[in-house]
């Protein structure tokens, strides 16, 4: 099934205490992107990547890293999580970055709701 | 001012009604997608369109580029429906995928 697989589903954990959220895709999509969602807020993008070894920062980047080494793979790595990060945040994959084609739509994980304490 | 606005905020119609959901928008796009979040659920894309009218099922999206304007309408609406809708963008520029939401528009449709 074509999907994209984000993990952990939940998390709480402590301030400082370095966490990675990972996602996965099996479609062969170029294009891979985290957002996080929050009340009244809505969702904003806070990386993207284009390709292997490509990315580029989103509109909240601050406190975040990702990295591309694999096309299937975008983790999100908090390296010193801070209670404003807690939030609800979901990965999202597409096949062409890019391009205006029809098939450039994307696919969302089922998202990883991180508490920060 | 947001640069992607959504109307209404919240909707609430009856089974069967013909639903429209609009999105105006103030940067230049190569693309908008409208995405469906049900309560407690993930995201699905409904659709991802630069032009014209695109269809599927009940659901119905328009775009005018010049107007910087969008609609989503879905016809013979029902219970199952019922959800957030979420318009985004994608501008224009050195970064076509980078992404701009609206703060979606809760949709309840009652039976």
């Known amino acids: 099934e074509a999907q994209v697989t984000q993990n952990p589903r939940y998390l709480i954990t402590v301030t400082g205490k370095k966490l990675t959220v990972t996602c996965s895709q099996n479609?062969?999509?170029?294009?891979m992107s985290w957002y996080r969602q929050d009340p009244g807020l809505g969702l904003r993008q806070i990386y993207y990547s284009m390709n292997v070894e490509v990315t580029d920062k989103g509109d909240v980047p601050e406190g975040y890293k990702v990295s591309r080494k694999e096309k299937r793979n975008f983790p999100l790595i908090l390296e010193s999580p801070s209670p404003n990060q807690t939030s609800l945040y979901f990965c999202?994959?597409?096949?062409?970055?890019?391009?205006?084609?029809?098939?450039?739509?994307?696919?969302f994980g089922a998202g990883s709701r991180l508490t920060v304490l | 001012k947001n640069e992607v606005e959504q109307s209404p905020q919240n909707l609430t119609a009856q089974e069967g009604e013909f639903i429209t959901i609009n999105c105006s928008y103030s940067?230049?796009?190569?693309?908008l997608h409208w995405l469906q979040q049900h309560p407690g659920g993930g995201i699905v894309s409904l659709f991802m369109?630069?032009?014209g009218k695109k269809k599927h099922g009940r659901l119905i999206a328009t775009i005018n580029i010049q107007e910087k304007h969008s609609s989503l309408h879905i016809t013979a609406s029902h219970p199952r429906d019922s959800a957030v809708y979420i318009c985004?963008?994608?501008?224009?520029?050195?970064?076509?995928?980078?992404?701009?939401f609206g703060t979606g528009t809760l949709l309840a449709v009652q039976p």
């Open positions: 999202a994959s597409s096949l062409w970055a890019g391009t205006l084609s029809g098939a450039n739509v994307l696919t």
């Open positions: 985004a963008v994608s501008s224009l520029g050195g970064a076509t995928n980078k992404l701009i």
């Open positions: 479609m062969n999509h170029e294009y």
């Open positions: 940067v230049g796009i190569s693309a």
């Open positions: 369109l630069s032009s």
